[in-house]
């Protein structure tokens, strides 16, 4: 393992944070608001951020070789899986700093939540947070939500050759995602243009609608990165605008689409992006969740009126489908198939190369046909089958990766939740909080549900979900491989 070039490229990110610290820095200079007592204002406490981490990002990239040019996927893993860790630790100083997050454990599991577009927050009064520490929590979520790695490929297109490895670890979908570009630098680019474009354009949309604009920047940038933080304890509720929940679930529902869709709409593509399965699939889960919702909360009486609860249902269900944790109801509330239904569509989430979190709609499309393939090998087992999606053929090594990794997000889950279970979580919380961390919703059921938040739960609960979120922003390879002896062998 070469632990210099590691170190070095983890150096050359901190710079790019100090850089992007700028921003949450200009807005608290803008707004100037009185310290918490006792604590730093957040100025000084952005300044000291900005300062520690180019300083620290300085020295690693100067005074380590970087030996680029012997980078392997093995230092393409820790790179990424070290560089997410690092830059949630220095992320996290403002939180503490200001006093925001009394403990460091807390502002690192904010941080953290930020950066893996999970949108769990130990925040008990948002609203009650300085501006500039509400601009950078969903600033973290945008940064996340496209990848660290992902940007500074944009911008320093030289990281080395092992720049491939660093782009499948960190993008949403892994192995499955395909480049728009034969040069990797080239589409990181055009994901990040057309993440911007469309950041700006909902912004333009949520001012139009009565937003003001700083609310309608932090929740841009909390939609599209599929991340789910408000400026308000409400969330997306505290308006209670149908124009701006509107305008908020069709960035949601896009975001939840392969930006390499969205670049074939741009080129104009059209027949590309509706015979594409997995988006036809993504849509029809939408359709079908939507009506089913709506459906239940009109059959038990929980919404009499169909206009609020097709509202209320397609909000809910895009939200949790595209694992961005929005709310403008207490589903905690509704009736348990509902429940059940969104705890399940959390474990499924958007599409590959998408913002959104979770397990991915291509794996399960791939995951059936695996399913089929072995039904009708039963009935024809000399045949021979081939497992397509759409024009794609998927190779053995890709179907036995879907396999595991959906093994690995299952029985992660399960683990984190014995082991929140042995510090007295119940078993909604328990259940629930582990999976929507593990799929980086954030929201989930009884404790942790739309009107709680994971204040309450033990430290080394905490810690424990913020490995979730790592693992499940990560897509879980990237960080186990950290665990395992013969990665650091030579």
């Given at each position: 393992m070469n632990i210099k070039a590691i170190f070095n490229v983890i150096g050359v990110l901190l710079v790019l944070l100090s850089v992007l610290l700028l921003l949450p820095l200009g807005v608290s200079l803008a707004m100037h608001q009185p310290p918490l007592p006792s604590n730093m204002n957040e100025t000084n406490a952005f300044t000291f951020t900005l300062v520690a981490a180019l300083g620290f990002g300085l020295a690693l990239w100067r005074f380590l070789p970087p030996g680029l040019e012997k980078l392997r996927d093995r230092e393409g893993f820790a790179i990424v899986a070290f560089s997410w860790i690092v830059v949630s630790l220095f992320g996290a100083l403002p939180y503490w700093?200001?006093?925001?997050?009394?403990?460091?454990?807390?502002?690192f599991f904010e941080s953290m939540s930020g950066f893996t577009t999970t949108g769990a927050s130990i925040l008990v009064d948002i609203e009650s947070s300085p501006k500039g520490i509400l601009f950078w929590r969903s600033m973290t979520q945008w940064i996340g939500g496209m990848g660290i790695i992902v940007l500074s490929l944009a911008i320093f297109p030289a990281l080395g050759v092992g720049s491939t490895s660093l782009f499948r670890a960190e993008i949403p979908g892994g192995a499955t995602v395909e480049k728009v570009r034969p040069r990797l630098a080239e589409t990181a680019k055009i994901l990040w243009k057309t993440y911007v474009v469309l950041t700006c354009i909902e912004i333009l949309f949520l001012k139009w609608a009565g937003m003001s604009f700083f609310d309608a920047v932090c929740h841009s940038f909390s939609t599209l990165s599929t991340g789910g933080f408000s400026t308000y304890n409400a969330s997306v509720g505290y308006f209670d605008n149908p124009r701006i929940e509107l305008i908020i679930v069709l960035f949601m529902f896009f975001s939840g689409v392969n930006f390499a869709l969205h670049h074939q709409l741009i080129l104009k593509n059209f027949r590309t992006v509706i015979s594409n399965p997995e988006f036809r699939l993504y849509t029809s889960l939408v359709c079908m969740g939507t009506l089913l919702i709506a459906w239940e909360l009109i059959r038990t009486s929980t919404e009499s009126n169909p206009q609020n609860a097709?509202?209320?249902?397609?909000?809910?269900?895009?939200?949790?489908?595209?694992?961005?944790?929005f709310v403008t109801a207490d589903y905690d509330q509704w009736p348990g198939f509902i429940r059940i239904l969104l705890l399940g569509i959390m474990m499924v989430g958007g599409c590959s190369g998408s913002t959104s979190g979770s397990i991915k709609i291509i794996r399960y499309l791939i995951l059936f046909k695996i399913a089929m393939r072995e039904l009708y090998k039963l009935?024809?087992?000399?045949?021979?089958?081939?497992?397509?999606?759409g024009e794609r053929s998927i190779t053995p090594d890709e179907q036995t990766n879907v396999i595991a990794l959906t093994f690995w997000f299952t029985g992660l889950s399960a683990l984190a939740y014995i082991i929140l279970s042995f510090m007295n979580v119940d078993l909604t919380t328990g259940?629930?909080?582990s999976i929507a961390t593990f799929s980086n919703t954030g929201p989930g059921l009884g404790a942790v549900g739309p009107t709680g938040n994971y204040a309450d739960l033990p430290s080394l609960g905490k810690i424990t979900l913020i490995g979730t979120m790592l693992l499940g922003r990560l897509e879980i390879y990237g960080v186990l491989l950290l665990l395992l002896p013969f990665t650091w062998r030579k």
């Open positions: 700093l200001t006093g925001v997050c009394t403990h460091f454990i807390d502002a097709f509202r209320q249902a397609f909000f809910t269900f895009v939200s949790i489908n595209t694992t961005t944790g009935v024809h087992p000399r045949a021979i089958f081939h497992i397509k999606v259940v629930s909080a």
